[in-house]
């Protein structure tokens, strides 16, 4: 069942097209990855999809509710979650606070400020943190954690929403090779076991042949091809525009 449906989505800026007539769906429990050259219009794209940017036509479709064009918090509130390239957590905080604040935030609970985030579902927060395996690291301030356990954070923050689907933008930037391959098989096994659909870009081409189950490949703001790893690594277009040059990463 698909849980996003995407179709002829479109934005220009300045006269300018950066997403041309769009078309993709991702189903639940699949890993679905956005990549393209330089210029292609991922993050364009992506953003619609999140509600960072209003699309100039098009539909996005959640199940069976369109959100093209509606905000990035009301979006959240129907069961999207987002990662982003920068971590976004409070430093000064320990890990399971930060996580505890994403779950009062999911509940509404965070205008009740008699009640500290420290003091609020603890256990929730603990469960969070062992499925993305910081167990250990819950009662560290976030500021301290390696680079590797910020991302992994960052995860169990997007999670505690209860998405039905996720968004991550170029998740493993930064990160050495061997932690992306291990956040985002841990991204698989949870997308697996939820049967959450996760729609990602990525720059690492070893991670997306590796565990993208389906891959769509845009140039100048078009789609030129959607397959398994096998289909997108054979197609002529594919290696002409975008593998056949040696490029390793994209923009956007």
């Not at 990662?83 to 905080?93: E, G, L, P």
């Amino acid at each position: 069942m698909n849980v996003l449906a995407v179709t002829n989505l479109r934005k220009s800026f300045g006269g300018v097209a950066a997403v041309k007539d769009v078309s993709f769906a991702v189903a639940a429990g699949e890993m679905f990855a956005l990549i393209g050259p330089n210029g292609a219009g991922k993050s364009t794209c992506f953003n619609m999809v999140g509600g960072q940017l209003p699309p100039d036509g098009g539909s996005v479709l959640l199940g069976q509710q369109e959100i093209a064009g509606i905000s990035p918090r009301a979006i959240c509130r129907l069961g999207v979650g987002r990662t982003f390239q920068i971590t976004a957590t409070f430093a000064s905080m320990t890990a399971r606070e930060n996580v505890q604040l994403a779950l009062m935030a999911h509940r509404r609970e965070t205008g009740r400020w008699w009640r500290p985030a420290s003091r609020f579902d603890a256990a929730g927060a603990d469960a969070l943190l062992t499925q993305v395996g910081l167990a250990g690291q819950a009662e560290r301030a976030t500021g301290v954690l390696a680079y590797g356990d910020l991302k992994r954070l960052e995860l169990a923050i997007a999670l505690a929403a209860a998405p039905r689907l996720l968004l991550m933008d170029e998740p493993t930037a930064g990160m050495a090779p061997r932690e992306r391959v291990a956040l985002m098989q841990l991204v698989r096994s949870i997308a697996s076991e939820r049967g959450l659909a996760v729609l990602f870009t990525e720059h690492d081409m070893d991670v997306v042949f590796g565990l993208a189950d389906r891959i769509a490949v845009l140039a100048r703001g078009e789609l030129i091809a959607t397959g398994d790893g096998e289909a997108i690594r054979a197609d002529p277009q594919v290696r002409a525009i975008y593998l056949g040059t040696g490029q390793t990463s994209g923009g956007h």
